[in-house]
């Protein structure tokens, strides 16, 4: 209900600014951002219909010839996770090399560091780092050294001059990321305190303050509603689009992953008064908007090399599986808030090497597609994004008192990657347990199909779940399955039809 709303709302305030346009001074600065964020795949998502980075280059270059005062700027979230970065290249996994091309070869211009940046190693983080062709900015986040990474700004002044009348226009920029995950080879500042520096130290040197921001909304309206000097917010780490207002001026702005839509912002700065008129357009991108051929050269480049790479496992990514007649569901706000047509499938999928046992488990973090599949054909690519890092389905015996605190921690774990999902468990109407249709018996002990991730204590507020946990024992009959080859099996079986 919200959408057809907001959708109202950006129609009308453009409308507004049109009829405003003749009235607008000649000696008005005009300036225009192009914002996205949380950008997983170099590809079209929703089976082709939205996303591409070739689509949003193309609206990038008109943008640019209405207005050479275009600038682009990434959110943050790029260089993982994705189905594509896990593919071997040269002897290492791709992670995030062909989204650092891409956008290269798109021409962004700055980028502010999201939390996924540091899932990868520390040295494919500093080649995707040399690789990057565009600016970082970034007040926060540091090397273990406390110094800023190489080429790392912790802010920009970008300066828009009339060469009339001598004028200008002057627009500081700095980046703030959450500080949630932290590999050795990263530290932090905390957040607000980084940004009441930056304000203090740019406040005087600009006409305008955009805070560039990964973090989630909560602490981005709390970053809005404490420094009013900020003048435009533009955002990421949510995966669907915002528009908010602080006192109807001054808005906070974040588009949906995977560019299934971006942020145009024309902002007009008259130097005689000193206003500033912002007019922020949320902007599908979908199959209405024609692929950049220069860009899509890229993306095909890179498609190849990582389909070869799958290939060379022993998975087809082209290969057709199955129609479905529904789409199958695998948003991130969906797997870790409740089950879905895709989260059950894959729990069914892992009792086909285990028949006998009572009930199969893993993390919903292990879906990494956000994203619908719609209807028609699936593919093997679609299973490679659907569970990118792939692993072992294992089977194990767990006693009943453990299962119980693993499950209860799982509903705990509500929102995050640590949400469980299941089959053959259910829970009753009073809060317990029901396994195999029986209520749960702490002191049996269950037979269970387990994702190794799940069972290996790496998982978050999971960590009791380990190897060496007192009532639990990964029964080594093998290696395990391949995760993605059970859902390759189950979808084939024709259950999806
Ligand atoms: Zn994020």
Redesign the pocket.
């Known amino acids: 209900m919200k959408r057809p709303f907001v959708m109202f709302l950006m129609l009308f305030i453009n409308l507004i600014f049109y009829l405003m346009l003749p009235f607008v001074c000649l000696g008005d600065f005009h300036v225009t951002f192009l914002h996205f964020n949380?950008v997983y795949e170099i590809t079209p998502v929703s089976g082709g219909a939205e996303g591409g980075l070739a689509r949003v280059s193309t609206l990038y270059k008109k943008l640019h010839k209405e207005n050479p005062n275009t600038i682009s700027v990434l959110g943050?979230?790029f260089f993982s996770p994705s189905a594509m970065g896990t593919a071997v290249y040269k002897g290492d996994s791709l992670a995030g090399k062909q989204m650092v091309d891409v956008l290269n070869a798109m021409g962004l211009q700055y980028a502010t560091f999201?939390?996924?940046e540091f899932d990868i190693k520390e040295s494919q983080f500093k080649s995707r780092m040399a690789e990057a062709e565009f600016a970082w900015i970034s007040s926060n986040v540091f090397g273990s050294d406390g110094k800023p990474f190489s080429g790392v700004k912790e802010s920009v002044i970008l300066e828009f001059t009339d060469n009339d009348s001598e004028k200008t226009f002057k627009v500081g920029i700095f980046g703030i990321t959450?500080p949630v995950n932290k590999p050795d080879y990263v530290e932090y500042a905390d957040p607000m305190e980084i940004a009441a520096e930056q304000i203090a130290k740019l406040k005087d040197k600009c006409d305008f303050l955009i805070a560039l921001t990964?973090q989630n909304i909560n602490s981005d309206e709390k970053l809005l509603t404490l420094y009013e000097e900020i003048d435009l917010l533009l955002g990421?780490?949510e995966h669907v689009n915002y528009q908010r207002w602080r006192g109807g001026f001054t808005p906070l702005l974040k588009a949906d992953a995977n560019v299934r839509s971006v942020y145009v912002v024309d902002l007009r700065f008259n130097p005689d008064s000193g206003k500033t008129v912002i007019v922020p357009q949320l902007v599908p991108i979908n199959d209405t908007i024609a692929e950049d051929p220069e860009v899509k050269t890229v993306v095909d480049k890179w498609t190849k090399i990582a389909f070869n790479s799958f290939l060379s496992q022993g998975l087809n990514p082209e290969e057709e599986i199955t129609k479905t007649d529904e789409p199958l569901n695998g948003l991130e706000s969906d797997v870790r808030t409740g089950t879905t047509n895709l989260t059950s499938l894959i729990a069914k999928s892992m009792l086909i090497p285990y028949p006998d046992a009572d009930l199969s488990i893993y993390n919903s973090g292990s879906i990494r597609i956000d994203d619908v599949i719609p209807v028609g054909m699936v593919t093997v690519y679609d299973v490679i994004r659907i569970v990118p890092f792939g692993g072992k389905v294992l089977k194990a015996e767990i006693k009943g008192s453990l299962l119980k605190k693993v499950l209860d921690q799982g509903n705990t774990n509500y929102g995050s990657g640590g949400y469980l999902q299941y089959a053959k468990v259910l829970r009753s109407n009073r809060g317990g347990w029901i396994i195999n249709d029986i209520p749960i018996d702490i002191n049996k002990t269950y037979v269970i199909s387990i994702l190794d991730f799940l069972a290996s204590g790496k998982e978050q507020n999971l960590e009791f779940l380990n190897p060496s946990a007192e009532g639990f024992k990964v029964i080594k009959d093998g290696k395990g399955k391949d995760i993605r080859k059970l859902i390759i099996d189950e979808m084939k079986s024709g259950l999806v039809q």
């Open positions: 949380d943050g979230d999201g939390n996924h959450l990964h990421g780490h």
